[in-house]
């Protein structure tokens, strides 16, 4: 015999499962436990038997006798290879993470972004604001996407599926000769060069949530510096037995006299300064969690791991150490390991002044980032 408790809340879920899926509902789900979801009025899901299976839409989760999350969600409605996508989580309470994927077309994972919390005044203390900032990788061709955002709360969540779609972008295309030097250089099986990749891998997926340094615009070391390449190139390197591979070229290329001084793009702290077979002297530094600026080919290093710079401050020097062929600075932004361009950022603040309480100011770290 069935308990009386069951077939009740049987009888709830096969109602609610009975209500069109275009409108606003309340479900029992029973798996992976017993609780409550609370859809937006344009949400799309498959639902049975107490199990969700979110298609599109909000769903806020809860267990039963608990109030669902009901965050203010700001997220980009289109996007482009190379952007960087800046998503605004308001809470009335405090939450515990915030985290979003695109993901494609197949619905594998092409990039994340986690979410850090933003200091606020005292009078706006009581809503809790959260960013995350996710990179469109420069290889993501024209079409559909899906922008997944996972937002939590001790034993409540948050999940929205929301259409990325994703515009054609079109790439300069260059020819690179290799001389004899530089093909062994960038064939070279050195054991190091591997661990050297794995390292700075490393470096550019781990964010700090202190890191709360830049809020303003990325300022370009070299802005009148004659280019040699842009973000995004596709590159051909033909080598001297006349083989050839294919490559993208992931920042700027700014030529430069040896010698000329490298300015910080923004406020940070260096989380790797040191040499590099293939990069020569490298400087990263952390602006963001997960939120780096990249400086190769420097013929001197002049700050540690650790340092905290100010954006126009000295960092090194132009050279043309590594896999280079003449003096210029490679400068380049990752977003949690993914590359994105760099002139969007220079064009505006990396984060707007905030709709309700206007509490960033360009340029300066909120307390808390020294």
């Given at each position: 015999m069935i308990p009386r408790r069951s077939t009740i809340w049987l009888m709830f879920a096969l109602i609610l499962a009975s209500a069109p899926n275009a409108l606003p509902a309340t479900l029992l789900i029973?798996?992976?436990q017993i609780g409550l979801c609370v859809t937006s009025q344009d949400a799309v899901y498959q639902y049975s038997w107490g199990v969700l299976r979110p298609q599109s839409g909000l769903f806020s989760y809860a267990p039963l006798g608990k109030a669902p999350l009901t965050p203010q969600i700001t997220a980009p409605q289109a996007a482009a290879p190379g952007d960087l996508l800046r998503i605004e989580v308001l809470q009335p309470e405090a939450l515990e993470s915030?985290?979003?994927?695109?993901?494609?077309p197949k619905q594998q994972v092409l990039s994340r972004g986690i979410?850090?919390?933003?200091p606020r005044p005292t009078e706006s203390?009581?809503?809790?604001?959260?960013?995350?900032l996710v990179g469109v990788p420069d290889q993501a061709e024209h079409g559909s996407y899906t922008l997944l955002l996972t937002i939590k709360a001790g034993d409540r969540s948050v999940v929205q599926l929301s259409p990325l779609p994703v515009r054609d972008r079109t790439f300069r295309f260059e020819r690179i000769v290799m001389t004899t030097g530089l093909e062994e250089l960038r064939n070279s099986n050195d054991p190091r060069k591997i661990a050297e990749a794995r390292e700075l891998i490393r470096v550019l997926t781990t964010p700090h949530p202190d890191a709360l340094f830049e809020f303003g615009t990325i300022r370009n070391p070299f802005p009148d510096a004659r280019r040699t390449s842009g973000y995004g190139d596709r590159r051909k390197y033909i080598f001297p037995d006349n083989t050839f591979e294919y490559s993208v070229h992931e920042g700027l290329d700014l030529a430069a006299?040896?010698?000329t001084p490298v300015s910080a793009c923004g406020r940070g702290r260096v989380v790797f300064a040191g040499q590099?077979?293939?990069?020569?002297n490298t400087v990263v530094m952390e602006h963001l969690p997960g939120l780096f600026s990249l400086y190769f080919h420097l013929s001197e290093i002049d700050v540690k791991t650790g340092d905290i710079v100010g954006q126009g401050d000295a960092i090194g020097k132009v050279g043309m150490t590594g896999f280079a062929t003449g003096p210029h600075l490679h400068w380049e932004i990752e977003a949690l390991g993914v590359p994105v361009d760099p002139d969007a950022l220079a064009a505006e603040p990396i984060l707007d002044k905030t709709a309700e309480s206007g509490e960033i100011e360009s340029g300066k770290a909120p307390k808390g980032g020294e």
């Open positions: 029973t798996s992976p915030v985290e979003a994927q695109i993901l494609g979410g850090f919390r933003v203390a009581q809503k809790d604001l959260w960013v995350v006299p040896e010698g590099r077979i293939i990069t020569g």
